[in-house]
Antibody
Framework: EVQLVESGGGLFQPGGSLRLSCAAS????????MHWVRQAPAKGLLWVSG????????YYADSVKGRFTISRDNAKNTLYLQVNSLRVEDTAVYYC????????????WGQGILVTVSS | ETVLTQSPGTLSLSPGEGATLSCRAS???????LGWYQQKPGQAPRLLIY???SRAAGIPDRFSGSGSGTDFTLTISRLEREDSAVYYC?????????FGQGTKLEIK
């Protein structure tokens, strides 16, 4: 059974940094692209970033380039998202999601982790 | 960036009826890279349809997808109360992924 479990959320101050983690199990992690998608309160879904299986390629939404860094540790089956220079508008539930190969879709999602940025 | 516009914003239907949800793209989308998701309150999204018309694992055949180019449709037949949710379309192109703003489906 595929499982994705996010951690690292909480309350953060504007200008600060955070690192989210997503622990994966139930599939061959190193074979699959992985992504982060966020959802601001009562808003829609926004793809944030993606990374290929061997971490040689990373992709970002234009709105987060320069502040967000995606990475992975295939030995630990874990996906990461580093966010710097936090803004109030980064407040959202952050989901990690597994890519469904050759479809551009996300077939498994974590339960999500809430990040609140507030002074 | 390809913008996806979903319509209607809200749909209110009765059990047993059929629903047609639309997703229009600002530029042509490769049909291999168009998907649909269902999201219920407090839950993560669930993949329903990928590659325009293929059902994801465990999705009942009441859900079907169609379309090409810039116009795509999610059809839900024989609505059940459990279908009450927000539905999102999503596309991939040029190393960017975008979602539509969602259609809220209410079951009366």
């Amino acid at each position: 059974e595929v499982q994705l479990v996010e951690s690292g959320g909480g309350l953060f101050q504007p200008g600060g940094s955070l690192r989210l983690s997503c622990a994966a199990s139930g599939f061959t992690f190193s074979n699959d692209y992985m992504h982060w998608v966020r959802q601001a309160p009562a808003k829609g879904l926004l793809w944030v970033s993606g990374i290929n299986g061997d971490a040689s390629g990373t992709y970002y939404a234009d709105s987060v380039k320069g502040r967000f860094t995606i990475s992975r540790d295939n030995a630990k089956n874990t996906l990461y998202l580093q966010v710097n220079s936090l803004r109030v508008e980064d407040t959202a539930v952050y989901y990690c999601a597994k890519d469904k190969a050759d479809s551009g879709s996300f077939d498994y999602w974590g339960q999500g982790i809430l990040v609140t940025v507030s002074s | 960036e390809t913008v996806l516009t979903q319509s209607p914003g809200t749909l209110s239907l009765s059990p047993g009826e059929g629903a047609t949800l639309s997703c229009r793209a600002s530029q042509s989308v490769n049909s291999r890279y168009l998907g649909w998701y269902q999201q219920k309150p407090g839950q993560a999204p669930r993949l329903l349809i990928y590659s325009t018309s293929s059902r994801a694992a465990g999705i009942p055949d009441r859900f079907s997808g169609s379309g090409s180019g810039t116009d795509f449709t999610l059809t839900i037949s024989r609505l059940e109360r459990e279908d009450s949710a927000v539905y999102y379309c999503q596309q991939y192109g040029s190393r960017q992924y975008t979602f539509g703003q969602g259609t809220k489906l209410e079951i009366k």
